[in-house]
């Protein structure tokens, strides 16, 4: 079931997404080669509990941490630990979600650690660029078909695939609502979208192939081929007349 938000109800998860936001920032500001994972998790942790929220991942489904911190070919959910060291070149996709007063923020960046390579900087630009080709179609009556095709076909042209193994997803009081929001698709198909529904809408862009492998932890996904990975999500709510995203 789909449900649409009252705009008092969308002005509550703009709270929650601008706290989000702020975790990722903060993360982002912090985030240095010799860290571990584990470090970037508890900055995370803390301040979300400071700003009186809940982090959402914690517990979700049994999940043991605040965020997912997604090093290089693990595409998504990498558990933060504290053997897992950032290292000069690596692109470190972070995923964050907070609970404020009831209502989910969830938001994922990827951050480049000193110098990379151009393939991943490359990597981690399209994939957002994939986002916002995404954004710009979102309105009233937009099929979901032409969310998919917009970050498919951008990610495609630059030589790179989509991953279909996950997808984004609605969002509210529950991190994960109706409809699903894949990153493939053909224009014109599925459901429309409506004013006062909020997705969020998180392409999983890889270098190489877009098959990806489940890790014996219950959680990390990594590419197949171990080539690298970038992940980048915002929740977005429809409107009238376009979209407005909450975790900017
Ligand atoms: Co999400």
Same mark, same amino acid.
């Given at each position: 079931?789909?449900?649409?938000?009252?705009?008092?109800?969308i002005?509550?998860? +703009?709270?929650s997404? !601008?706290? #989000?936001?702020?975790?990722?920032?903060?993360?982002?500001?912090?985030?240095r080669?010799?860290?571990?994972?584990?470090?970037?998790? !508890?900055?995370?942790?803390?301040?979300?509990?400071?700003?009186?929220?809940?982090?959402s991942?914690?517990?979700?489904?049994?999940?043991? @941490?605040?965020?997912?911190? &997604?090093?290089?070919?693990?595409?998504?959910?990498?558990?933060? &630990? /504290?053997?897992?060291?950032?290292?000069?070149? /690596?692109?470190? =996709? *972070?995923d964050?979600?907070?609970?404020?007063?009831?209502?989910?923020? /969830? @938001?994922?960046?990827?951050?480049? *650690?000193?110098? #990379?390579?151009?393939?991943?900087? !490359?990597?981690?630009?399209?994939?957002?660029?994939?986002?916002?080709?995404?954004?710009?179609?979102?309105? /009233?009556?937009?099929?979901?078909?032409?969310?998919?095709?917009?970050?498919?076909?951008?990610?495609?042209?630059?030589?790179?695939?989509v991953?279909? @193994?996950?997808?984004?997803?609605?969002i509210?009081?529950?991190?994960?609502?109706?409809? =699903?929001?894949?990153?493939?698709?053909?224009?014109?198909?599925?459901?429309?979208?409506?004013?006062?529904?909020?997705?969020?809408?998180?392409?999983?862009?890889?270098?190489?192939?877009?098959?990806?492998?489940?890790?014996?932890?219950?959680?990390?996904?990594?590419?197949?081929? +171990?080539?690298? &990975?970038?992940?980048?999500?915002?929740?977005? @709510?429809i409107?009238?007349?376009?979209?407005?995203?909450?975790?900017?």
């Amino acid at each position: 079931m789909i449900t649409i938000k009252t705009p008092a109800e969308i002005a509550l998860m +703009r709270e929650s997404g !601008k706290l #989000t936001r702020d975790v990722l920032n903060l993360i982002g500001g912090s985030i240095r080669a010799g860290m571990t994972t584990k470090e970037l998790d !508890k900055i995370a942790h803390d301040f979300i509990r400071e700003n009186g929220a809940y982090p959402s991942f914690l517990g979700y489904g049994g999940y043991p @941490a605040s965020t997912c911190i &997604s090093i290089n070919e693990t595409v998504v959910h990498g558990i933060p &630990s /504290d053997d897992i060291i950032v290292r000069d070149g /690596d692109i470190v =996709s *972070v995923d964050v979600g907070t609970i404020l007063d009831g209502w989910q923020g /969830d @938001a994922a960046r990827t951050f480049i *650690v000193g110098e #990379t390579t151009e393939e991943k900087k !490359k990597l981690v630009k399209v994939t957002e660029e994939c986002f916002f080709k995404a954004f710009a179609c979102l309105k /009233d009556g937009t099929p979901l078909g032409d969310v998919g095709y917009n970050v498919q076909s951008h990610a495609e042209a630059n030589g790179f695939s989509v991953v279909r @193994a996950l997808v984004g997803h609605g969002i509210g009081k529950e991190m994960h609502e109706d409809p =699903s929001v894949p990153n493939y698709g053909r224009k014109g198909t599925g459901i429309r979208l409506k004013a006062g529904m909020v997705i969020a809408i998180e392409p999983m862009i890889n270098a190489g192939v877009y098959q990806v492998d489940f890790m014996p932890d219950g959680w990390g996904v990594k590419t197949r081929d +171990r080539r690298p &990975s970038a992940h980048y999500e915002n929740t977005v @709510a429809i409107t009238e007349n376009g979209a407005e995203i909450l975790t900017l």
